[in-house]
C-alpha cells in the first residue's frame, strides 16, 4: 500500500475550489516535488495533506500505519517568525510536541532525539543560541532539525529555501537529499525552483485547477507542459 492516497481533492477556501480532481500517491523513499503557478492550490494541498485544512469533496489515505500526526512539516517562514526570542534547543525540542500528549514537559528520550537532530544538521553547536541572531540558513536548518523531531518517515516541505543566498540554497538541498537516500525519509516538496525540482525530485505533481500531471520525473519531462515549465522557469536545467 502506497504511504500516502489523495483520490479525488477538491481544495480551496470557503468553499471555492482552487484545485478540482487532484488524485496522487507516493511509496516509501519517493522524492516528490510540487510544481505549479503561483497560487495554484500547493500550499493549500500542503495543509489539507496535514490536517490543517478540510478538503471540499475527495480522501486523503495513509499506508503502512503513518499517522497524520507523525509528518513533519517545514512551513514557509513570515517576518514574525524569524525574530522568534527562543533558543535554537527550545525550537527543535517542540518538534516533539505530539508526542507529550498532555504531558507538560519533556522526557530524555525527546531531548535525546532533539540533541541527535541537531547533530545530524551541524547545529548542535548553536543549541543555546538565540533563534533570530541566526542567519536564514541556519534558521532553517533550525526548523528542519524541530520538522525532524516530529517524524522518521514523511517531510512536509513548503519552499525550503525560500530568500536563503546561493550558498545556503545548495546546502539546503543537499541536506534534503541526504535524509532522503541516506535515511530513508519520503520528502513532499513545495518548489518554485523548477530546476532544483528536477535536478532532485523522483517524482512530479504539477498543480493547476485541473491537475496538470502526476508522476515519475522522466516521464514528466517528456510531456508539453513538463516541457513548456521547463524552458519558461528551468532555463537549461
Known amino acids: 500500500m502506497a504511504l500516502l492516497t489523495c483520490q479525488n481533492l477538491s481544495l480551496g477556501y470557503e468553499r471555492k475550489k482552487v484545485v478540482d480532481g487532484l488524485s496522487f500517491s507516493i511509496d516509501t523513499g519517493?522524492?516528490?516535488?510540487?510544481?505549479?503557478?503561483?497560487?495554484?492550490?500547493?500550499?493549500?494541498?500542503?495543509?489539507?495533506?496535514?490536517?490543517?485544512?478540510?478538503?471540499?469533496?475527495?480522501?486523503?489515505?495513509?499506508?503502512?500505519?503513518?499517522?497524520?500526526?507523525?509528518?513533519?512539516?517545514?512551513?514557509?517562514?513570515?517576518?514574525?517568525?524569524?525574530?522568534?526570542?527562543?533558543?535554537?534547543?527550545?525550537?527543535?525540542?517542540?518538534?516533539?510536541?505530539?508526542?507529550?500528549?498532555?504531558?507538560?514537559?519533556?522526557?530524555?528520550?525527546?531531548?535525546?532525539?532533539?540533541?541527535?537532530?541537531?547533530?545530524?544538521?551541524?547545529?548542535?553547536?548553536?543549541?543555546?543560541?538565540?533563534?533570530?541572531?541566526?542567519?536564514?540558513?541556519?534558521?532553517?536548518?533550525?526548523?528542519?532539525?524541530?520538522?525532524?523531531?516530529?517524524?522518521?518517515?514523511?517531510?512536509?516541505?513548503?519552499?525550503?529555501?525560500?530568500g536563503l543566498d546561493p550558498k545556503a540554497t545548495e546546502d539546503m538541498y543537499q541536506l534534503i537529499k541526504e535524509l532522503n537516500q541516506k535515511h530513508g525519509i519520503t520528502i513532499i516538496m513545495i518548489s518554485h525552483d523548477i530546476s532544483a525540482s528536477i535536478q532532485y525530485a523522483s517524482h512530479i505533481l504539477h498543480v493547476a485547477r485541473k491537475p496538470l500531471f502526476s508522476g515519475r520525473k522522466k516521464d514528466y519531462l517528456e510531456t508539453n507542459i513538463g516541457k513548456v515549465f521547463n524552458t519558461t522557469y528551468g532555463g537549461d536545467a
Open 30 to 162: 519517493d522524492y516528490l516535488c510540487i510544481v505549479g503557478e503561483n497560487g495554484s492550490g500547493k500550499s493549500t494541498l500542503m495543509k489539507t495533506i496535514l490536517g490543517l485544512m478540510p478538503a471540499i469533496e475527495g480522501t486523503i489515505q495513509f499506508g503502512e500505519g503513518l499517522k497524520q500526526n507523525e509528518i513533519g512539516y517545514l512551513p514557509q517562514q513570515t517576518v514574525v517568525q524569524k525574530d522568534f526570542p527562543a533558543s535554537v534547543r527550545e525550537i527543535v525540542l517542540s518538534g516533539c510536541l505530539n508526542h507529550c500528549g498532555l504531558r507538560p514537559f519533556y522526557i530524555k528520550g525527546e531531548k535525546q532525539l532533539a540533541q541527535k537532530n541537531m547533530e545530524r544538521l551541524g547545529i548542535d553547536n548553536l543549541s543555546s543560541r538565540c533563534y533570530r541572531e541566526l542567519s536564514g540558513g541556519q534558521q532553517q536548518r533550525v526548523l528542519l532539525a524541530r520538522a525532524l523531531c516530529a517524524t522518521q518517515r514523511l517531510l512536509l516541505l513548503d519552499e525550503p529555501v525560500a
